[in-house]
């Protein structure tokens, strides 16, 4: 069955970075794209980032653009976030997604916390 386990989150001061990773496991994972979201407190769930099946193409929410990257590896079927200069509105709990155009699936999410 798929599954998608993310890491990597914490506790980080305004303008600081952290790397999140999903390991996703239970589907060819080189035949997916994949997507990263977010849920802030209190609020529904944001786009935050996404990247087709080989890594050549990726996309970014405008909060985020020039901040964050995606990247995936497919040789380890994990995919990540390097987050940099983060803000306190990037706080939220973070997910790596997998449509396959049948199903949606997430992950469990890791929290990320922006505060100084």
């Known amino acids: 069955q798929v599954q998608l386990v993310e890491s990597g989150g914490g506790l980080v001061q305004p303008g600081g970075s952290l790397r999140l990773s999903c390991a996703a496991s239970g589907f060819t994972f080189s035949s997916y794209g994949m997507i990263w979201v977010r849920q802030a407190p209190g609020k529904g769930l944001e786009w935050v980032s996404d990247i087709d099946s080989d890594g050549g193409w990726t996309r970014y929410a405008d909060s985020v653009k020039g901040r964050f990257t995606i990247s995936r590896d497919n040789a380890k079927n994990m995919l990540y976030l390097q987050m940099n200069s983060l803000k306190p509105e990037d706080t939220a709990v973070y997910y790596c997604?997998?449509?396959?155009?049948?199903?949606?699936?997430w992950g469990q999410g890791t929290q990320v916390t922006v505060s100084s």
């Open positions: 997604q997998l449509k396959t155009g049948r199903d949606d699936y």
